[in-house]
């Protein structure tokens, strides 16, 4: 099959999007029984999975569930705050690019256990040299705020707010299984935020829902233009990783997208047509340093508790309760272990960082290079790409993608892809 026929199949199927690889077994043969080797990695970012939620939202595709009683939750902070500890003291020796809490939703979490959590943060970094350009994040739902929480984030450090709004629809968002905050108390949260000492506000919006239409984008765009946060971030619908169905076609979601950039851009958020990040600094990427090290160089991460992905220079990993379908029975144990780790070969981890920058649209051949790609093996589909006009190279030798091949920009960034998967 030609370069050119291998994209004509892959342009309509939703798997090709930023997954890799799409199935585990197609990493079956580089499985070892042994956790994943930090030692050639001095650089690297944490972060740490908690997968409680007040609601359980359709279009999730992450390790997830409600959340369980203080006593529980206390106990699944203690046992993150030992695997930090076990780790700091085998790999003590590194410099922390990045430091994100994410989820579920963190600031489900008890006022009680939020404040665990902010002093296992503490900790975690305590003794461990940063980079200058260090800036950790955490994730929250407006429903979860508090004064006291918001305090503790700032007073510990955590600047970066990421909110998750998803679409300013009542219908749209009852759909999903998802609650719904006016735009007053929207406002009012954003403003006691800042307050606290909060830099940077990014709230998370998607496309591809069910419902979503020209009107309903129109509404999320003038509600950003009032909230006025830093940064906003779009994520399409996946309907390959999550339960909600695909209402959509490829053109219809480029279409989508195209409607939110217009709309954001000319608002002064800085973005090059295909990125999925918006800020109003054109510098920061409109991410936290571990997204940004993560998705423009594919730099290394330790993950930390349920289901938490981690990434070196050997490979991949991913810890207890990754593949569960009932991950609640992971709760109550005294350590979240690597499950399934991964010794990879140069190919394959060159090709995870393809499917995560494609977030970024764009991909780094310098990065390739440090990877041990030789371009000369992707000459064919990055000659085809050029040609067609699907990417193009920018003054910083990345290849971004052009508005016509974000109409299927998954197939495009899949032909990169290690040749040894299908």
Not at 54 to 61: A, D, G, I, N, Y
Not at 203 to 230: A, F, K, V
Not at 295 to 307: E, P, V
Request: glycine fraction near 6%; aromatic fraction near 12%; hydrophobic fraction near 35%.
């Amino acid at each position: 099959m030609t370069i050119a026929e291998l994209y004509e199949s892959r342009k309509d199927e939703p798997q090709w999007n930023t997954s890799y690889p799409l199935n585990p077994e197609d990493w079956a043969d580089y499985r070892v029984a042994a956790p994943l080797p930090f030692s050639h990695d001095r650089q690297l970012s944490f972060y740490i999975h908690i997968p409680f939620c007040r609601q359980l939202c359709s279009f999730c595709e992450y390790t997830r569930m409600l959340c369980p009683d203080e006593e529980t939750q206390k106990r699944y902070l203690q046992a993150i705050a030992h695997d930090i500890n076990e780790f700091k003291k085998q790999y003590g020796n590194i410099v922390l690019e990045g430091f994100d809490i994410g989820g579920g939703t963190p600031t489900t979490l008890s006022e009680s256990n939020f404040s665990l959590l902010m002093e296992l943060f503490r900790n975690a970094k305590e003794g461990i040299e940063q980079s200058e350009d260090f800036e950790p994040s955490i994730e929250a739902t407006f429903n979860t705020l508090s004064v006291a929480k918001l305090a503790g984030m700032a007073a510990n450090g955590l600047h970066r707010l990421s909110l998750g709004v998803q679409s300013s629809s009542h219908s749209i968002l009852n759909k999903h299984r998802r609650n719904y905050t006016d735009e007053s108390q929207m406002a009012e949260w954003l403003s006691q935020a800042w307050d606290a000492g909060i830099r940077i506000i990014n709230l998370d919006y998607m496309y591809g829902l069910e419902g979503q239409d020209t009107m309903t984008i129109d509404n999320d765009l003038e509600t950003i233009g009032r909230l006025h946060p830093q940064q906003v971030t779009l994520y399409e619908l996946r309907t390959n990783t999550t339960k909600a169905k695909g209402a959509f076609s490829k053109e219809e979601l480029s279409a989508q997208y195209a409607q939110y950039f217009r709309g954001l851009t000319s608002m002064g958020y800085q973005a090059r047509y295909g990125q999925n990040t918006f800020s109003m600094d054109a510098m920061d990427q409109g991410v936290s340093s571990y997204l940004r090290k993560r998705m423009l160089r594919g730099a290394s991460y330790k993950g930390f508790g349920l289901s938490a992905q981690s990434m070196s220079k050997c490979g991949i990993a991913y810890n207890k309760g990754k593949l569960s379908p009932q991950p609640q029975q992971h709760l109550n144990v005294d350590s979240y272990p690597e499950e399934y780790t991964y010794l990879l070969p140069a190919r394959e981890l060159a090709s995870k960082y393809l499917a995560i920058s494609a977030y970024n649209g764009s991909f780094d051949t310098d990065r390739l290079h440090a990877f041990g790609i030789d371009m000369k093996t992707l000459k064919e589909p990055l000659d085809f790409c050029l040609s067609q006009g699907l990417l193009y190279e920018d003054h910083q030798h990345r290849m971004c993608i052009t508005p016509i091949g974000f109409d299927h920009y998954g197939a495009i960034f899949s032909l990169f892809h290690s040749p040894a998967k299908p």
